[in-house]
């Protein structure tokens, strides 16, 4: 007969939704999280109550670790030594724990990451404050469990005479939750709950006046009591933590920053390699060497300076940009009645002291009990002292033990528990001296009695008593407050100057988008014309500047880019430098079209505007000042002028000051049109400005350029498609006003009529243009040597048809050097 079985059909969400919901439940119970009475894991609870079960307590010697880590996994906790053991080297860890549960002796770890020894070779033993989470859990104090297989009981809490979650905190990731609380004072956090025992309605403003803040067993400084405030109101919160630094001189008229103390968990050794790459990596200037000179005696980071640095500011930069300052954020999170729950201090306390009260309350019946049960043997011991003759007699008579006791209940009513007194007790007790013993027994135990009825009966008395012993454990292990609280969060501001050594360098921009620095050095040792660049690509920009200083760059695409001149790749002259691709998104076909220098602390900015005019026909203006640093600028431009279609482009960029300028425009189809530059709004960068020139539909603009109106009026170049050249004066322009069709500069022919292909402001009569032909012919022109013209001519012919006509002109650029 085949074997039936009994299978299932069940929607598998259901089934992981129910066997996560398990799991998710004992981790957060019984794993991560800890409870708000003892302040202990479950993992932490096992392992000092399998040292005390043991006998491993302060008094005795060390044991191996290797012995306690075997007692917790086969009685208490079935699961990896590695983890126990972790457990285990973080309860001894001074740097993590304010108040250390376990001593050890070994390599425990250290602050730099360092993992301890294997447990084989350390050896521990409960520290003395660890005794008093455990004292009186003999007494019936707290709850005992079977353990995972019913051999053995544990304690489902400790009873803990201080409020352990306070003084040592806690961290730990479950599901759904997560918990860092942080270490406090012991003194502190005993003075704060004395007083909630005698004000149940203290508020946390109150509880503030004992407990200041956190108290890291690291030390150094916490900054924001606000904040602090609202963590302890609501159990969420975040501070600063900030190493406790100070600049000392040495030899050399040099200086060093020595780092005593570093926030909490951060890891020293990681600390100390960001520190260096810092200094190698040149992020700021005056770096001469970093040293760990941490010892036994305590730890020591320091920071050693080259002549003249500016010590405040490097520290300042330090402290943005490295783990000597951090953000601490507090989420409490404990489990109180088997459910997780966001606490804040007055939470915390208050659970701890109603709990109190009950461990106070158990143990107070159980010696009530204890001595109850005593007194009523007392009471037999002394009522046989005193008929001795007659219990000895009937002792004799008697057969055995067994028999003894009988007769002894039943000729002078003693009780089963009197007469087994009785039938044990030692011959040599049975002196005058020991009757005033039991006598003074009797009192004590009466005395003792009385004692304990009344704290059970009195909240009064038991709330002293519960103060009285907080305040032993307080002058037996308080110790001095570590951690300094600052009332406000001091802003870092970093200046430039700090971060950058400043010096001359060559800043280069290419068209394509080729950019670069170089030193000083490196250019002196080339010529200018070694300047690498691809082929067909032309020179945007070439200029000194410091290193203090900004670039500024416009693409054909209305887009900007802003860099310190610091950050500019460093690259050598004669090499091509990095594309802006490399760490920035471009557009299809966007290229530089100008570039600018911003000095640092240029007052002038608040003064000028930058000018835009686009292909098809658009002009604006925008303050200078509008185009700073932005969010992102590493890897993103951002806008400088809204283009309307994805056709146009804009097509050149002026620096307009505080003089009067005019606008002139020159189209394709040979149109001109000058006006003032006042005519055209200022507006921000989001903008697409106004109409420049009413252009005709098939027209677009091959120039569009600013001058000074006190400068003497330029001239102008024009060249035609058909290879012939123009050079006029722009007085033979007349002034009209803005978006109008403009003047001719052409005679318009019925056959194959000129059309302009490049338009330019002669800088200078001894600039050259190279003309290239699609038949890539080369023709070079100087300026000088081109005849003034008229208006309505169309100049000389430079090119003739045979080679083709004119598709590209480059213009030789002077480097700027100034």
């Known amino acids: 007969m085949a074997e039936e079985f009994d299978i299932q059909e069940l929607n598998l969400e259901d089934v992981m939704g129910d066997r996560f919901g398990r799991y998710s439940k004992y981790i957060i119970q019984d794993r991560a999280l800890p409870d708000i009475r003892d302040g202990l894991k479950p993992v932490q609870r096992r392992i000092l109550y399998a040292m005390y079960a043991e006998g491993n307590t302060s008094d005795k010697q060390f044991r191996k670790c290797a012995k306690t880590v075997g007692n917790v996994i086969g009685n208490y906790h079935p699961h990896g030594d590695s983890s126990v053991y972790e457990a285990m080297v973080r309860l001894s860890q001074d740097w993590k724990l304010r108040d250390v549960l376990v001593?050890?002796?070994?390599?425990?770890?250290?602050?730099?990451?360092?993992?301890?020894?294997?447990?084989?070779?350390?050896?521990?033993?409960?520290?003395?404050?660890?005794?008093?989470?455990?004292?009186?859990?003999?007494?019936?104090?707290?709850?005992?469990?079977?353990?995972?297989?019913?051999?053995?009981?544990?304690?489902?809490?400790?009873?803990?005479?201080?409020?352990?979650?306070?003084?040592?905190?806690?961290?730990?990731?479950?599901?759904?939750?997560?918990?860092?609380?942080?270490?406090?004072?012991?003194?502190?956090?005993?003075?704060?709950?004395?007083?909630?025992?005698?004000?149940?309605?203290?508020?946390?403003?109150?509880?503030?006046?004992?407990?200041?803040?956190?108290?890291?067993?690291?030390?150094?400084?916490?900054?924001?009591?606000?904040?602090?405030?609202?963590?302890?109101?609501?159990?969420?919160?975040?501070?600063?933590?900030?190493?406790?630094?100070?600049?000392?001189?040495?030899?050399?008229?040099?200086?060093?920053?020595?780092?005593?103390?570093?926030?909490?968990?951060?890891?020293?050794?990681?600390l100390v390699k960001k520190m260096d790459e810092i200094r190698v990596n040149k992020k700021i200037d005056g770096i001469a060497e970093v040293r760990d000179e941490s010892d036994r005696t305590g730890l020591q980071i320091v920071v050693e300076l080259k002549k003249e640095a500016n010590a405040e500011g490097i520290l300042n930069y330090l402290l943005k940009n490295t783990?000597?300052?951090?953000?601490?954020?507090?989420?409490?999170?404990?489990?109180?009645?088997?459910?997780?729950?966001?606490?804040?201090?007055?939470?915390?306390?208050?659970?701890?002291?109603?709990?109190?009260?009950?461990?106070?309350?158990?143990?107070?019946?159980y010696n009530l009990n204890k001595a109850q049960a005593r007194i009523h043997i007392v009471d037999g011991l002394m009522k046989a002292l005193s008929i001795l003759d007659e219990v000895i007699a009937l002792i004799r008579n008697s057969n055995d033990k067994k028999d003894a006791r009988k007769r002894l209940c039943e000729e002078f009513d003693f009780s089963e528990i009197q007469a087994e007194a009785i039938v044990t007790l030692q011959l040599y007790r049975l002196t005058n001296t020991d009757i005033t013993t039991l006598q003074n027994e009797h009192l004590e135990l009466n005395e003792q009695v009385a004692r304990y009825q009344s704290i059970l009966n009195s909240e009064k008395v038991l709330k002293n008593v519960m103060k009285?012993?907080?305040?032993?454990?307080?002058?037996?292990?308080?110790?001095?407050?570590?951690?300094?609280?600052?009332?406000?969060?001091?802003?870092?501001?970093?200046?430039?100057?700090?971060?950058?050594?400043?010096?001359?360098?060559?800043?280069?921009?290419?068209?394509?988008?080729?950019?670069?620095?170089?030193?000083?050095?490196?250019?002196?040792?080339?010529?200018?014309?070694?300047?690498?660049?691809?082929?067909?690509?032309?020179?945007?920009?070439?200029?000194?500047?410091?290193?203090?200083?900004?670039?500024?760059?416009?693409?054909?695409?209305?887009?900007?880019?802003?860099?310190?001149?610091?950050?500019?790749?460093?690259?050598?002259?004669?090499?091509?430098?990095?594309?802006?691709?490399?760490?920035?998104?471009?557009?299809?076909?966007e290229v530089i079209i100008a570039a600018y220098i911003v000095e640092k602390d240029d007052q002038s900015l608040e003064h000028e505007r930058m000018v835009f005019i686009t292909k098809e026909g658009m002009i604006k203006q925008t303050e200078r000042t509008a185009f700073g640093t932005y969010r992102g600028y590493k890897t993103r431009t951002s806008r400088a002028i809204k283009l309307k279609t994805d056709t146009d482009e804009v097509l050149s960029v002026y620096v307009a000051g505080k003089e009067q300028y005019e606008v002139l425009l020159i189209s394709h189809c040979g149109f001109s049109l000058r006006y003032r530059l006042d005519e055209v709004p200022i507006v921000g960068t989001a903008a697409s400005g106004v109409k420049a020139m009413n252009l005709r539909k098939d027209d677009y603009l091959v120039m569009g350029a600013i001058f000074a109106e006190e400068e003497k009026e330029p001239q102008l170049l024009i060249v035609t498609q058909r290879g012939n050249v123009k050079r006029f004066s722009v007085k033979e322009l007349s002034t009209l006003s803005r978006a109008k069709r403009g003047l001719m500069v052409l005679r318009e022919l019925k056959a194959k009529p000129h059309r302009i292909v490049y338009a330019d402001l002669i800088?200078?009569?001894?600039?050259?243009?190279?003309?290239?032909?699609?038949?890539?012919?080369?023709?070079?022109?100087?300026?000088?040597?081109?005849?003034?013209?008229?208006?309505?001519?169309?100049?000389?012919?430079?090119?003739?048809?045979?080679?083709?006509?004119?598709?590209?002109?480059?213009?030789?650029?002077?480097?700027?050097l100034n």
């Open 323 to 365: 783990d000597l300052q951090i953000n601490y954020n507090f989420n409490m999170v404990a489990i109180d009645d088997r459910r997780p729950v966001q606490v804040g201090l007055k939470t915390i306390i208050a659970s701890y002291i109603s709990y109190q009260k009950e461990v106070i309350t158990k143990r107070t019946q």
């Open 468 to 589: 009285t012993e907080l305040r032993e454990v307080k002058k037996k292990f308080m110790t001095p407050r570590l951690t300094m609280i600052q009332d406000q969060i001091e802003e870092i501001k970093i200046e430039t100057a700090v971060l950058v050594a400043e010096e001359d360098v060559m800043v280069s921009v290419t068209k394509q988008g080729y950019y670069k620095r170089t030193s000083l050095r490196s250019y002196a040792a080339s010529t200018t014309d070694e300047l690498a660049m691809r082929e067909g690509d032309d020179i945007v920009l070439v200029t000194k500047a410091s290193t203090l200083s900004s670039l500024v760059l416009f693409t054909s695409k209305g887009n900007y880019l802003h860099f310190p001149v610091h950050e500019l790749p460093d690259i050598k002259w004669k090499e091509i430098g990095q594309h802006l691709s490399q760490t920035i998104s471009l557009q299809q076909q």
């Open 763 to 816: 800088q200078s009569l001894n600039d050259r243009y190279h003309l290239m032909t699609e038949k890539s012919e080369e023709v070079t022109i100087i300026a000088k040597e081109i005849t003034l013209a008229d208006r309505t001519s169309n100049g000389s012919a430079i090119v003739s048809e045979e080679q083709g006509e004119v598709v590209d002109i480059v213009k030789n650029q002077l480097i700027n």
């Open 103 to 270: 001593e050890m002796h070994g390599n425990n770890g250290s602050m730099d990451g360092d993992p301890a020894a294997a447990m084989r070779y350390t050896e521990a033993r409960l520290s003395k404050i660890s005794e008093e989470l455990l004292r009186d859990i003999d007494k019936e104090t707290v709850e005992f469990v079977w353990n995972f297989d019913d051999t053995d009981q544990e304690p489902v809490v400790l009873p803990a005479r201080f409020p352990n979650l306070l003084v040592n905190g806690s961290t730990g990731i479950s599901a759904g939750y997560a918990t860092e609380i942080p270490p406090h004072n012991l003194g502190e956090v005993i003075d704060a709950t004395i007083y909630t025992i005698d004000h149940p309605e203290a508020s946390v403003k109150d509880l503030m006046q004992f407990v200041k803040g956190p108290d890291f067993p690291t030390g150094a400084i916490i900054q924001g009591v606000k904040e602090l405030e609202k963590a302890y109101k609501t159990g969420k919160g975040k501070v600063v933590v900030r190493s406790k630094t100070k600049i000392e001189p040495i030899k050399g008229n040099k200086e060093k920053i020595v780092i005593s103390e570093i926030p909490y968990e951060v890891n020293k050794a990681s």
